[in-house]
């Protein structure tokens, strides 16, 4: 055994040696062919073909994962390459770099005594015949798509150094009907849209369901009152109340990235301003005085800044201050109107919707207010949210017959791709990574 | 062709006769001319018909009141200053081209503008109540005064 190891290592070494030109070239930022053979497993007799059935869906649902990004392209998983377990944590590199494979995912699917199944997920760069990362899960016995999920976002982070958005969630409202007469309910699911529910009765307008870092709360504004006011809603027990015990016009709420904290909009009169409450209630303190609409604030990821939309200068343009409301100072100059800005997970970017020529459009600009970039044509795009990658958007469109369609983006400039939901839908929002 | 949409003239006049015959019937041979409104209907109906209308219109992405605004506004402060027990909800909308938070905010503000300066003509501000609709009920950008008790 460690014979083969040491001659396979050497050749690739070998080959490794032979080729540092097409080394360096992968450094650059293309697509990474991955190879996901089927996951191996320790097990014996029937546990063993149990647990090789769950490890091939594991598989099958690791290759969806990435081939719905943009960066990794998976080989077409084939149940002939199986391999043994101790061949897990030492895999044939020379057959997947023939097969043209820059990383192979190997792992495999345990059943333990308890019901319960382990999880090992491994991730090598075939070139170098070098490990990257490996990690290990514990989950239900009926809950393997998580762990496929958690094994996914292993191999991402390890060949892109960004997290994953496999084991996070999408909120958003649910439409069905059209005009007055349409309901609206905060629905969520699974990133890949599995585990679909909804949150909230088809009674009341709701609107802007807005999620807590690891989607255990979601912050969402009702009419159910009689005017527009923030809800908090636990998302495992539907458990909800409203943020402020006071009435008045409240809305635009967001979690601070550590989730204690409410950033929202209040109406005094006709002048509308920031102000942030902790999450179980408080007292709010405003952060905003300016005559005007001040709205959307959304943090920084460190939670010392917020980024925020005001018409203090005549029209909607993006501002930044510090998160106790000091140092306010306007980001953009452009155009038009800019809207809704959501600031990026790594805190490079600040996403926003901009108007402008009858067209309302995605688009992002540096947290320095450098680099604008329009990423998509409208002409009824709005309310851009980040996915926990940094990489993606999510957004709602209004195509021409004023229906609503949920979509995501890539910012390195692809086609935006539909969500696939039950019905119509508006005011999408990505939770973090879950764990 | 002109027979068949004759044919469904006639069903149409049938029709409508026929719903009429049990208010004939109740009502004696004279019909009323006007459905008869009570309660909130009736103030309803008034109030739109002495002011002219219920709703008062905005320029884009603004709101100040316009000339044709503030005459309706006044003939609906005449009203209300005549009703002082009716207690009326103002619904500021925004024009659907705006941005969702945005648009809550420019709703409630023309809400609070129709509110003041019907204040300003002297209706009690207790009669009177503001809110948002934003952009979520199809229409142009607006103020309605709804009429609730």
């Not at chain 1, 391999?83 to 020379?94: D, Q």
């Not at chain 1, 529910?197 to 807590?212: F, G, K, N, Q």
């Not at chain 1, 917020?306 to 953009?332: C, H, K």
Request: charged fraction near 20%; proline fraction near 7%.
């Amino acid at each position: 055994m460690n014979k083969v190891r040491g001659f396979i290592l050497a050749a690739s070494a070998a080959l490794y040696a032979a080729a540092p030109a097409q080394a360096q070239q992968s450094a650059a930022p293309t697509v990474s062919v991955v190879a996901v053979p089927p996951f191996a497993t320790p097990d014996s007799g029937p546990t063993a073909n149990q647990s090789l059935g769950l490890g091939w869906q594991a598989t099958q649902m690791i290759v969806s994962d990435l081939r719905s990004t943009a960066e990794l392209m998976p080989l077409p998983p084939k149940q002939k390459d199986f391999y043994s377990y101790p061949e897990v944590t030492a895999p044939t590199f020379s057959k997947w770099r023939a097969a043209g494979a820059k990383t192979l995912i190997t792992g495999f699917v345990q059943s333990r005594p308890d019901g319960r199944l382990t999880f090992g997920c491994y991730v090598y760069d075939v070139d170098k015949g070098r490990e990257l990362a490996r990690k290990g899960f514990v989950v239900a016995g009926n809950d393997w798509r998580r762990a496929a999920h958690k094994c996914s976002g292993v191999a991402y982070t390890a060949v892109t150094g960004a997290a994953g958005v496999f084991d996070t969630r999408i909120a958003y409202v649910a439409e069905s009907g059209s005009g007055d007469g349409r309901t609206r309910r905060i629905a969520i699911m699974d990133s890949d849209g599995f585990d679909h529910r909804y949150l909230t009765p088809a009674d009341s307008i709701v609107l802007t369901p807005r999620l807590s870092p690891k989607a255990v709360r979601v912050a969402y504004v009702s009419f159910a009152s009689g005017q527009p006011a923030i809800q908090v809603l636990d998302v495992d027990t539907g458990a909800k109340r409203p943020l402020l015990p006071t009435g008045g016009v409240s809305f635009a709420p967001r979690f601070s990235p550590d989730g204690e904290r409410i950033v929202f909009s209040m109406m005094t009169g006709a002048n509308a301003d920031i102000y942030v409450v902790g999450t179980g209630g408080g007292l709010p303190q405003r952060l905003t005085t300016a005559p005007g609409i001040d709205t959307d604030p959304s943090f920084s990821p460190d939670g010392t800044k917020i980024v925020f939309e005001s018409d203090r200068s005549g029209s909607p343009q993006l501002y930044v201050m510090n998160a106790d409301g000091s140092s306010q100072r306007r980001l953009t100059f452009g155009g038009g109107w800019y809207a809704a800005p959501d600031w990026s997970p790594d805190g490079q970017w600040i996403a926003f919707t901009r108007r402008g020529a009858g067209a309302r459009r995605i688009g992002i600009i540096a947290a320095d207010g450098s680099g604008e970039r329009v990423l998509t044509t409208g002409p009824g795009d709005e309310g851009p949210n980040w996915a926990a990658s940094s990489r993606e958007i999510v957004f709602q469109r209004t195509d021409a017959t004023r229906r609503n369609q949920i979509y995501r983006i890539a910012i390195d400039g692809s086609e935006p791709r539909k969500l696939e939901i039950p019905q119509d839908g508006t005011d999408p929002d990505w939770s973090g990574v879950i764990d | 062709m002109r027979k068949a949409m004759l044919f469904v003239m006639i069903a149409a006049l049938a029709g409508s006769a026929s719903a009429q015959l049990p208010g004939l019937r109740k009502r004696g041979p004279a019909p009323p001319a006007q459905p008869v409104l009570v309660g909130i209907d009736a103030l309803r109906a008034d109030f739109i018909g002495r002011s002219g209308a219920d709703t008062v219109y905005f320029g884009s992405d603004s709101a100040v009141l316009g000339v044709p605004a503030k005459a309706t506004l006044a003939a609906q402060a005449q009203w209300l200053l005549q009703h002082p027990e009716v207690l009326v909800r103002i619904e500021g909308h925004a024009d659907p081209s705006d941005t969702r938070d945005h648009a809550l905010a420019v709703g409630a503000r023309r809400a609070v503008e129709v509110r003041d300066y019907l204040v300003l003509l002297g209706v009690p501000a207790v009669q009177l109540s503001a809110t948002s609709w934003g952009k979520e009920r199809p229409g142009a950008g607006r103020a309605v005064t709804v009429l609730v008790r």
